[in-house]
Structures are given as structure tokens and as C-alpha cells.
């Protein structure tokens, strides 16, 4: 503690001393011009001995102070820079005692007093001063020395005051500047202090910024710094550059999720990261956007063939097996893009490359699509229904139409196809292949089978004789558990008999999430709804998951009736009946058009049939009227 206290006087002393080194060297030159005056001047008004003494005792000051004031101006220590003062104070009192002893006079004994002013004005120190000016005062007393006693006594009383005087000059000048030395180290380490807040601020906040702009799964910019660079892109193009918006899209990473754990997803995406990263260098910014959804942008100034390329050469990059947790997992993407314009706004350049991106999924996955003018035009008509999609109210913008299904042998209705119809106030009547897609994809589905769900209830509660009416679910429905439970709600507050409502279900639907899909089936199923699979034959030749499935009908889809001439049509609807009965599924014709159809419907053995032959899809009123009169089937074949 003593030791630190005395290292900080000491660093105190030493930073007085260089404060006063200016002043020491402005004393040393005017020391050294004044010596160098003298000189001359007793060259002019003195001669011989008196010459002799005072001119050499002045030019050794002169010379002295030129090579003190040269010392000074050099990084000189503070002992050095005492010795040096101190000699040359030295020499000025001898220059006075070598005046007196040429010339006395009482009056000149004034210069001790004025010295030692002077010497504790220009002081390095305090140890310095008091020897500089006990010199001045021995000089004085000296001289002093010639007098009486009385004299003496006098001399000696301005000499102690003269003493005084000198010391306490010497304190409080020392005292002031370190004073103010101190004021301005406080500053000094205030500003620094400060400065070095305000660095560690600034470092922070650019931390979190850079925090809130990446994604904390991969690390990769996310969707906000996206759309800082999607900004930047519009800008490029601006100044009639290329610049590209690529959609990524991962394929089955929903699978790798459920067969494998989120964790392991997690390290997938991670591992994906990583090949994006090293595959988008300086021209190329990638973004997780999404779960399984990232993008970049492209300012390569590419033409459309190298930007296909190289989104190519990226697919195939990802598309190479990964070893997650020693297991080999493979996924692959799809890539939509579109080409910045600076015009468009954020939303439309993400409909193209998202439209682009949709049409790469649809045509069979881990491919590029490129958003072109021919896409245009679908495009806008895309967005307008999803646009109308969202803000439509359903359940009074959806209606319902029915379609009969005709039992061969009874010659009855047997079940009645619910189908939507929907007229939108904005955009007016949409085919429900376009609308129920789009719904399906933007995920407002569900509210659409809730409003016909309910619509179909309400029908049924208005024939007299009531008939199953069957409902179709999409992927998304049966994929939902909210969905299923929203309908399983309806029904109970409804208090329709189960085997009242039938639900049509799509080979498709059952391959996204097998396992949740079953598992709704299964419910729907114990509940007492028969459960048709609809459009059978157009999705997987792999027909085993009949077997497990509670499945009580079979619609063969209508395209098979398409080939009618070829004779491998009936022989395959033969045989899809004939597995039908094996499984002891009942099994209707779907797109029954003509006489013609019908008899091969008879022909193949198909239990009931629906199509055009029997009308359009008729409205609920329209439906009562022909439950009323049921039209008679011709007893062909
Ligand atoms: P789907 O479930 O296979 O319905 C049968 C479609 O075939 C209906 O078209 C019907 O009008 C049409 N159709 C019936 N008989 C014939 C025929 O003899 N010849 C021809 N060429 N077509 C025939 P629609 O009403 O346009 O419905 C198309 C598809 O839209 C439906 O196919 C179904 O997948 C979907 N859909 C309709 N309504 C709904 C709904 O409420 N919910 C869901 N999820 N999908 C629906
Ligand atoms: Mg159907
Ligand atoms: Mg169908």
C-alpha cells in the first residue's frame, strides 16, 4: 500500500517536472541571450583584469545555458534535468559574486533576493529549488559578511524572508500545476473511460443486431436480414443489373422429422446450412427463411441458363448423402427463382419464386423452375384466388352440389357426393380443382371442409329419407388433428347417425404423414363413417396398404374410362373390381358419361357407379326431387 502510494507520488513528481520543462528551457535561452549580451557588453565597457574575470565567468554561462537549452529539448531524466539547472544557476550567482568582487556596491545584493525568485520560479523540483535557492542566499550572506553586526542581522532577516518567499513561490507554482496536471489526467481518463463504453456499446449493439439478423438453429442470416438484401438486390437491378430470388425448398424433410426425431432434423438443417454456405460465395446471399425454406439472393449478373446451373449444382450438392449421428440420411430440394425486378414489390417477386418454386414440386421434385413469362399469366390468377381465398367468408360464399351414386343391382341411390361450389364476391365462380388446390396450399383448407361439413349436415337434415352423404378430405384434413376433432365436434352436436356421413379420402392424402393419417382414419372409422378412397388407381401401384387401412370403398377414378376403345381398360377395371371383392371393399365406377360406360361398369362388376349419365351435380332441391323419382337404369348387358 505504502509502496503503491509512494510509485504514484513519485509518477505525480515526475509528470510536474516535464510540465515544467517548457519553462525551464525558455529560462536556459534567455539565460543563455542575456550571458551572451553580457559578454559583449564588458568587451565594450570593461578592460584588463575586471575584462578578464567577468567576460570568461559570463561566457561560461552563456555557453553553459546554449547546451543546457539544447539538453532540455532531449528525452533527458529528471535528475539530469536538476543537475543542469542547478549549474546553471550556479553560474549565475557566480557571475553576480564575480560583478561584486569587480565592482561592490550595497545595491547589488537586491540580485541574491531577485535570483532566488527566480530560481523557485524556474524549478524542476522541490529538492532542486531549495538547493538553488540556498545558493542564491549563501551568496547573499556572503556578501553580507563585509558588513557590521547589525547590518548582518538585517541582511540575514531579508534573507529569511527573502527565503521564504522563494520556497513558498516554489510550492504553490509546483502545487497549481500539478493542480491542474491532475484536472487534465481526470479528464483525460474520464474521455478514455467513456470512449471505451461507448466502444463496448457499440460493439453489443452490433452484436445483437447481428443476433437478431441470424438464425439461432444454423446461424445463417434469417428472414429479416433477407428482406434487407431482397432490398439491396432491387436496388442492383435498379442499375440494370441481374440479380436473382432463389426459393429453397427442402423435399421430405417433414419425413426425416418423423422417422427420425427433431433433433436429428435440427442436425440436418444445420448440415444443410453448411452446404449452402460453402456453395453461395461472395455473389450469392442465403437466408433460412423458413422450417425447412431458404433463399438467396443472386447477384451474379447470370443469364438465366447460368443461374440454372447453378442452382443445379447446388441440388446436387445437398442431394449427396449426409452422416447425421452415424446414420446416412439423403434429402434433396427444390429450387423456384425469379428474376429481380426493382419494380415489383417484395410480395410479388415471393409469389413468382414461390410459384416457380410450386411448379418444381408439382413436375416431381429436386429440380429448378424458373419464373417465366408463360408463368405469368397463371401466376396472377394463382394470387388472385389466394387473395380471394383469404378473404373470403365460406360459409356463405361455399355451396353444395350433389352427385348420386347409383347402386347397379338395386337401381337406387345409394350415397350422395357432396362437391363445393364456390362464387367469390371479388372474383366470381372458381372450379373447385383450382380453389380446393390453393386452399389446400396456403393451409385455408380446413375451413373450407368445416363450412361444407356443416353445409352437408344441414342437407341431410332436409331429405325426407335421408341417404350417406359423402364428404371429401383433403392431404391437410386428415393430416390435421384439430381438423378431425373440429368435425367429430360437429357431428356430435348434430346427432346425425354416423353411417349418414361418408368420408372420401385420397391415396396421396394417406402417403404425407402415415402414421396421423391412419391414426384420424382409424377414429372416423370406429365411429361408424364408411371411408371411400377416392380417385383409386391414379396415385401408387402399391396397393398393401389396403389391407391395413380401414378402407369400405373403392372409386376407381374416372381417367381409366378414358381409353375405352383399348381393350386393356376393361381387363384392368376387372381386375381393380376383382381386388375390390377379394378385399371385400365395395367398388364404384367414377366418370360414367354414357350408356356405353355403363355397360362396361355391368361388364367389369362394379357395385354402384356416379357420373355425368345421370345429370350434372344437382343442387340440394334438385336432389330431394330425384330421391323422390329415381330414374330407372336400363337393364343393359
Ligand atoms: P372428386 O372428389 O373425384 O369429385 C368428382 C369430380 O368429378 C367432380 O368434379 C364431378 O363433378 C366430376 N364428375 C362426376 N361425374 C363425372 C363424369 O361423368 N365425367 C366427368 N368428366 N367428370 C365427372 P368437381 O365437382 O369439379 O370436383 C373436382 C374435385 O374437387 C373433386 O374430385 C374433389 O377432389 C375436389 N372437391 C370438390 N369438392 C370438394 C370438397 O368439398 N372438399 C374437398 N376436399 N375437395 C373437393
Ligand atoms: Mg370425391
Ligand atoms: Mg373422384
Redesign the pocket.
Known amino acids: 500500500m505504502e509502496q503503491q502510494s509512494q510509485d504514484s507520488l513519485r509518477t505525480k513528481d515526475a509528470t510536474i517536472a516535464l510540465a515544467y520543462k517548457p519553462i525551464i528551457r525558455g529560462y536556459f535561452a534567455v539565460a543563455a541571450a542575456y550571458y551572451g549580451i553580457m559578454t559583449l557588453t564588458h568587451f565594450w565597457l570593461l578592460e584588463g583584469s575586471s575584462l578578464a574575470l567577468l567576460a570568461s565567468v559570463s561566457s561560461i554561462a552563456f555557453i553553459a545555458a546554449l547546451i543546457a537549452y539544447h539538453l532540455v529539448g532531449r528525452d533527458i531524466h529528471i535528475a539530469q534535468l536538476e543537475i543542469l539547472t542547478n549549474t546553471i544557476n550556479l553560474l549565475v550567482v557566480a557571475n553576480v559574486l564575480a560583478a561584486l568582487h569587480v565592482e561592490f556596491s550595497q545595491l547589488k545584493l537586491v540580485y541574491f533576493i531577485m535570483m532566488a525568485m527566480i530560481f523557485a520560479f524556474a524549478s524542476v523540483s522541490m529538492r532542486q529549488a531549495m538547493i538553488s535557492i540556498g545558493i542564491a542566499l549563501v551568496g547573499l550572506f556572503s556578501q553580507a559578511i563585509r558588513y557590521d553586526a547589525q547590518s548582518q542581522i538585517m541582511h540575514g532577516f531579508v534573507g529569511f524572508a527573502a527565503a521564504i518567499s522563494a520556497v513558498a513561490i516554489a510550492y504553490f507554482l509546483r502545487r497549481a500545476i500539478g493542480l491542474a496536471i491532475a484536472d487534465r489526467q481526470q479528464a483525460d481518463h474520464a474521455r478514455a473511460y467513456a470512449e471505451t463504453r461507448l466502444a463496448e456499446a457499440l460493439e453489443l449493439s452490433e452484436k445483437m443486431r447481428l443476433q437478431s439478423m441470424s438464425d439461432s438453429l444454423t446461424g445463417l442470416p434469417n428472414r429479416r436480414a433477407y428482406y434487407d438484401k431482397l432490398t439491396e438486390g432491387k436496388l442492383e437491378a435498379a442499375k440494370s443489373r441481374t440479380v436473382w430470388l432463389i426459393l429453397l425448398d427442402l423435399d421430405g424433410f417433414k419425413a426425416v422429422n418423423d422417422n427420425y426425431g427433431h433433433l436429428m432434423g435440427d442436425e440436418l438443417l444445420k448440415s444443410v446450412a453448411d452446404r449452402l454456405r460453402s456453395h453461395c460465395t461472395k455473389d450469392a446471399h442465403v437466408s433460412r427463411i423458413g422450417g425447412d425454406e431458404f433463399s438467396i439472393i443472386y447477384f451474379g449478373d447470370a443469364h438465366e441458363i447460368s443461374v440454372e446451373n447453378w442452382c443445379s449444382s447446388l441440388l446436387d450438392r445437398l442431394a449427396k448423402t449426409y452422416l447425421i449421428e452415424d446414420r446416412l440420411i439423403r434429402i434433396s430440394g427444390s429450387i423456384g427463382c425469379c428474376r429481380i425486378s426493382s419494380e415489383d414489390p417484395d410480395s410479388t417477386l415471393m409469389q413468382k419464386a414461390d410459384f416457380a418454386l410450386l411448379h418444381a414440386k408439382k413436375s416431381g421434385k429436386n429440380r429448378v423452375v424458373l419464373f417465366e413469362g408463360r408463368h405469368a399469366e397463371k401466376a396472377a390468377e394463382h394470387f388472385m384466388i389466394e387473395k380471394a381465398l383469404r378473404a373470403a367468408d365460406f360459409d356463405r360464399e361455399i355451396e ?2 350433389f ?1 348420386p351414386q347409383y347402386h347397379i343391382d338395386r337401381q337406387e341411390v345409394v350415397c350422395v ?5 364456390w362464387n367469390s364476391p371479388s372474383i366470381g365462380k372458381i ?3 383450382q380453389f ?1 388446390r390453393i386452399a389446400e396450399e396456403t393451409g385455408l ?1 380446413a375451413n ?2 368445416l363450412s ?1 361439413f356443416k353445409k352437408a349436415i344441414a342437407a341431410l337434415d332436409g331429405f325426407d329419407d335421408p341417404v350417406p352423404l359423402s ?4 392431404a391437410n ?1 386428415l393430416n390435421s388433428n384439430r381438423t378431425i376433432d373440429d368435425l367429430i365436434a360437429c357431428l356430435d352436436e348434430s346427432n346425425v347417425r354416423p353411417e349418414l356421413i361418408e368420408f ?1 379420402i ?1 391415396e396421396t392424402a394417406m402417403m404425407t404423414d402415415a402414421g396421423r393419417a391412419t391414426a384420424n382414419l382409424r377414429r372416423l372409422s370406429k365411429r361408424g363413417h364408411s371411408i371411400a378412397l ?2 383409386f388407381g391414379t396415385g401408387f401401384s402399391n396397393f398393401s396398404y389396403l389391407r391395413t387401412l380401414p378402407i369400405d370403398k373403392l ?1 376407381v ?2 381417367s381409366f374410362l378414358e381409353n375405352k376403345a383399348d381393350p386393356m381398360t376393361e381387363r384392368i377395371l376387372h381386375s381393380l373390381v376383382g381386388m375390390a371383392r377379394t378385399l371385400e371393399v365395395h367398388c364404384l365406377l ?4 354414357s350408356e356405353l ?1 355403363m355397360l362396361m361398369a355391368k361388364r367389369v362388376g362394379a357395385q354402384s357407379v ?4 345421370f345429370g ?2 344437382l343442387s340440394a332441391d334438385e336432389m330431394r326431387a330425384l330421391r323422390r323419382n329415381p330414374p330407372l337404369l336400363k337393364q343393359t348387358g
Do not use: C, F, H
Open positions: 353444395l352440389v352427385q357426393e357432396t362437391l363445393a361450389r372450379g373447385p380443382e380446393i383448407i373450407i371442409t361444407v364428404v371429401n378430405l383433403s384434413d372420401e385420397t377416392d380417385d372409386k377414378d374416372r367414377e366418370g360414367i358419361e360406360d356416379q357420373g355425368y349419365l350434372m351435380p
